[in-house]
């Protein structure tokens, strides 16, 4: 059976410090994989997609950046973090685009 | 451009009132509509999509073309039905999943 981690589970960095979240998936190959912002009354906002190693996509222009270095690793980074970056961040993997998607356990992330 | 809309942030009804999660898009083609939910220190997970025309811990949802709707319906809430909702749209053209900005779901006692 497939199954999707992600580590931390929670993170407090200082403001302007490096961010380095890692999201990995078992049990299935080549998934699309997805990063998620889910801010407090904001919701659900798509941040990067990847359908393939080395292919992101950016839905919102920010100080965040991902990578793919393998096929069934996500990577969600940051050079220098901003108050505004604090949230809960979803890692989610789907068979196909726009297919329903399975989300990983989560990373709540603090910003001081 | 596909857009999902919940206009509710909060609701809240008391155990075996009539629960109903409104939920609006926005698509020019024919769109395919997912509930998701996220149950307190749950992850968040797939509750029902349109297609299956089926009816996932008591809910259902219909969709509504002419008035591009996809509202999530219990006819008597339960207080375990308390959790974060939401609504989601995938685009046939392009594939691209949007989620709407989510419910809050409180079911008092």
């Known amino acids: 059976s497939q199954t999707i981690h992600q580590w931390p589970a929670t993170l407090v960095q200082p403001v302007g410090s490096p961010l380095s979240l890692e999201c990995t998936v078992e049990g299935t190959s080549n998934p699309n994989l997805y990063w998620y912002r889910q801010a407090a009354g904001r919701g659900l906002q798509l941040l990067f997609y990847?359908?393939?190693?080395?292919?992101i996509s950016s839905e919102v222009p920010q100080n965040l950046s991902a990578s793919r270095p393998q096929d069934r690793q996500f990577i969600l980074s940051s050079k220098k973090l901003l108050l505004s970056d604090s949230g809960f961040y979803l890692c989610?993997?789907?068979?196909?685009?726009?297919?329903?998607?399975?989300f990983g356990p989560g990373t709540r992330l603090l910003v001081l | 451009a596909q857009r999902v809309t919940q206009p509710e942030k909060l609701l809240s009804v008391f155990k075996g009132a009539p629960v109903e999660l409104k939920c609006n898009y926005s698509y020019s083609g024919s769109p395919e509509l997912f509930w998701y939910v996220q149950y307190s220190r749950q992850r968040l997970q797939l509750l029902l999509r349109?297609?299956s025309r089926e009816s996932i811990k008591g809910f259902t949802a219909d969709l509504n073309k002419g008035e591009t709707s996809f509202h999530l319906k219990k006819p008597f809430a339960q207080e375990e039905d308390s959790a974060m909702y939401y609504c989601a749209l995938r685009g046939m053209r392009n594939n691209d999943m949007r989620f709407g900005a989510g419910t809050r779901l409180t079911v008092k006692p």
């Open positions: 349109h297609i």
């Open positions: 990847s359908v393939g190693i080395g292919q």
């Open positions: 989610a993997w789907s068979v196909g685009r726009g297919r329903t998607q399975y």
